[in-house]
């Protein structure tokens, strides 16, 4: 019996150094509020990536299209290849619009080819997607076009990262009715009313007074701080009717407001307080349509220098912010003083910095702004103190799933735009996107081959950070869908050591303990 516990004291100690070796952490996620376990295996049977591999899935999502009797939106399971590397609203927009029908439910227009304009199809920013159709869904009558927007904001919602959907045709919100006067607001999810139910709440606002006042969730567009680009943000607004002149005018003392639950943007100005006038719809002389036009004082300039605002981002926020929501808005006019604003240059912006962006007749539209849209990320820097710090970083939107994208957002340090102030660096500042060799996915582990020179640096660091250097890759990366895992490769092999205080090899976990 003494031998047969000597034996057992023996082995619990193997593997408790076993585990000291591996640099095993158990904890209770700090983020997610569950139990995270990371033990690597001495051994994968992973193979390194060279280039940008193997990124593709088969999933299945639900398409929410009509019941067969057409009394209510119902889900259909279908398996499709999405790409890791994008969110997967366009790609199952797409088989949406496909689905033919079958015994139990009905496809979507049958009548009517809806398709994805080619311009933007779909802009993700925050929890809001706003969805931009090709000119066909034109055809559809406007409780058919009615069932397809709360259609296609049932379908993706179903990602917790989407809770708000807009539905543009060609770029400009078509409204409740034919003459693009009611508007139809911010999609959420609704699976409980009968398709009777949804149809007649339109109609009732559809007919109800144009000086009612109405109650409806709209997306407002924020500047960044350091004037990198906009953001949105949704929430429900009263408007006092449905003159468009007023529509802008609650919009514009939204905006001023600042945004309520983001935490990178600069405090805004009173954007009334410098109007010169009350907001006017013209119609555009030239190419149809109709802008609304805004006359702002002189002094407009200095308030925002002084708020730090680019005037090119502030152009972006108030065209975007009122063309997603008031119906039938093509564009924006603005003028400053006497100056009527038709060409601005962007400075700070992730893309087309330093270019001058010209607007035809002095009319500002979403599609001049497009790269101007940007979407948080989250990236894990230290605090300081030993711990790591969740920090949200405003990038493209289009690059929020990228793993490469993110790497190098954590190549880069901390950045003005940041939202947490006091954060520092985890990796070497020597490390370059050209020292990510590959990027694979197999099942729900990231594959990460790094090159030499990145073993050689980051071997350099403290053997007390080499914790928070390894956490913030993995934790960065576990943010993406479909990531669980890290496993790390350089050169194309696994190392045993860098630092001396992690053991490399195997699939590494997200660990929410070292989380502050």
């Known amino acids: ?130 969805v931009n159709l090709a000119a066909s869904a034109l055809s559809l009558s406007h409780s058919d076009l009615y069932v397809a927007c709360q259609a296609i904001a049932n379908t993706l919602t179903q990602w917790g990262d989407i809770r708000y959907v807009n539905v543009l045709v060609s770029s400009i919100q078509p409204g409740l009715d034919v003459g693009a006067s009611v508007p139809a607001g911010c999609f959420a999810a609704n699976a409980a009313d009968t398709i009777d139910a949804m149809l007649t709440a339109a109609q009732t606002q559809s007919a109800a007074p144009a000086d009612r006042r109405i109650s409806l969730n709209a997306t407002l567009y924020y500047p960044t701080y350091s004037g990198k680009g906009i953001l949105a943000e949704t929430r429900t607004l009263s408007f006092a009717g449905r003159d468009k002149g007023e529509m802008i005018k609650t919009l514009l003392s939204a905006l001023s407001q600042g945004a309520q639950t983001l935490g990178n943007t600069p405090a805004m100005p009173d954007l009334s307080a410098y109007l010169t006038e009350a907001p006017a719809v013209q119609e555009i002389a030239v190419s149809g349509g109709q802008c609304a036009v805004l006359r702002f004082t002189q002094s407009f300039n200095d308030v925002l220098i002084a708020a730090g605002i680019p005037r090119s981002v502030m152009m972006a926020a108030l065209t975007y912010t009122l063309t997603t929501f008031v119906p039938g808005l093509s564009g924006v006019t603005a003028y400053i003083g006497d100056e009527l604003v038709s060409v601005v240059v962007p400075g700070g912006v992730y893309e087309g910095a330093d270019e001058p962006v010209n607007f035809q007749n002095g009319v500002m539209r979403r599609s001049d702004f497009s790269h101007f849209l940007l979407s948080n990320c989250t990236l894990y820097f230290s605090d300081g103190a030993g711990h790591l710090t969740a920090v949200q970083r405003p990038i493209p939107y289009y690059e929020t799933r990228s793993a490469r994208y993110l790497i190098n957002c954590l190549m880069q340090g901390p950045q003005p735009c940041d939202n947490a102030p006091g954060i520092q660096n985890v990796l070497p500042d020597t490390l370059g996107d050209a020292d990510v060799l590959g990027l694979g996915l197999s099942g729900t582990t990231l594959l990460l081959n790094l090159s030499q020179h990145a073993a050689a640096d980051m071997a350099q660091v403290e053997p007390a950070s080499e914790r928070l250097m390894v956490y913030a890759l993995v934790n960065t990366l576990t943010e993406l869908r479909g990531v669980s895992g890290v496993c790390f490769f350089f050169a194309g092999a696994q190392r045993d050591s860098l630092a001396g205080v992690i053991y490399w090899p195997g699939v590494f976990l997200r660990d929410g303990s070292i989380v502050q």
Not at 24 to 52: F, H, I, R
Not at 117 to 128: A, H, K, L, Q
């Open 1 to 130: 019996m003494r031998m047969k516990i000597k034996r057992t004291l023996v082995s619990a100690l193997c593997l408790a150094l076993c585990l000291c070796l591996c640099g095993c952490v158990a904890g209770v996620d700090a983020l997610n509020k569950t139990s995270s376990v990371t033990l690597p295996p001495a051994q994968v049977e992973y193979d390194a990536p060279t280039g940008d591999t193997n990124q593709e899935t088969a999933q299945s999502v639900l398409l929410y299209v009509p019941s067969a009797a057409g009394t209510r939106l119902i889900a259909q399971t279908e398996k499709i290849v999405l790409s890791a590397a994008r969110h997967p609203a366009e790609a199952t927009l797409r088989r949406l619009f496909a689905f033919a029908g079958n015994d139990s439910a009905q496809s979507l227009s049958p009548d009517v080819t809806l398709q994805l304009s080619t311009v933007n199809p779909v802009e993700i920013s925050g929890d809001t997607a706003t």
